[in-house]
């Protein structure tokens, strides 16, 4: 048997940090988090804001449970995120009209407006990663066929 470099445990390699799949995502993760959060700081937005404004961007007048669908998210989550958009003057929230319940959500004149100025943000989170749009397709891909198998077990 194979011991550890420091002969009080066994080697096992399939317990190295480098052979972790979930390692090398998290650490991608945070690298492009990173990329994210120096660009984002120019829009003014954090990144869990950013993918509220990228939701509302494609349709306004979503509810808080739609967005949280689209974002896994909670409403206990979402609501705090939602409520510093509102104060940033980006977005209104409003109660339906036929369900008090359900709270809508649209964006403010601000909000659109900086959509136009996000738009240079995929294009430089693709020159930061050194892939071309069909290998950024491919990687998207893969991992949404991935976290479609692991939301199947949970």
């Given amino acids: ?14 317990l190295h ?5 979930c390692f090398a995502l998290y650490s991608a993760n945070l690298a492009l988090n990173k990329v ?15 993918l509220v404004m990228l ?6 007048g979503v509810t ?5 669908e689209r974002l896994f998210l909670d409403s206990a989550t979402l609501t705090p995120l939602l409520k510093r958009l509102e104060a940033a003057g980006l977005l209104s929230r409003r109660r339906a009209a036929s369900d008090e319940r359900q709270v809508l959500i649209s964006l403010t004149d601000a909000g659109r407006a900086l959509r136009q100025q996000a738009q240079a943000v995929p ?6 990663a050194e892939c071309d749009v069909e290998e950024l ?4 891909q893969q991992l949404e066929l991935l976290r ?4 199947k077990r949970t």
């Fill in 123 to 128: 294009e430089a989170v693709a020159c930061a």
């Fill in 1 to 14: 048997m194979n011991r550890h470099p420091d002969d009080s445990l066994p080697d096992l390699p399939l």
């Fill in 55 to 60: 939701v509302l961007w494609e349709r306004e």
């Fill in 137 to 140: 397709n491919a990687i998207k």
């Fill in 64 to 68: 808080v449970s739609e967005i949280g």
């Fill in 148 to 151: 479609g198998k692991l939301l």
């Fill in 36 to 50: 994210y959060r120096k660009l984002l700081a120019q829009l003014g937005l954090t990144y869990p804001q950013y």
């Fill in 17 to 21: 940090l480098d052979q972790q799949m």
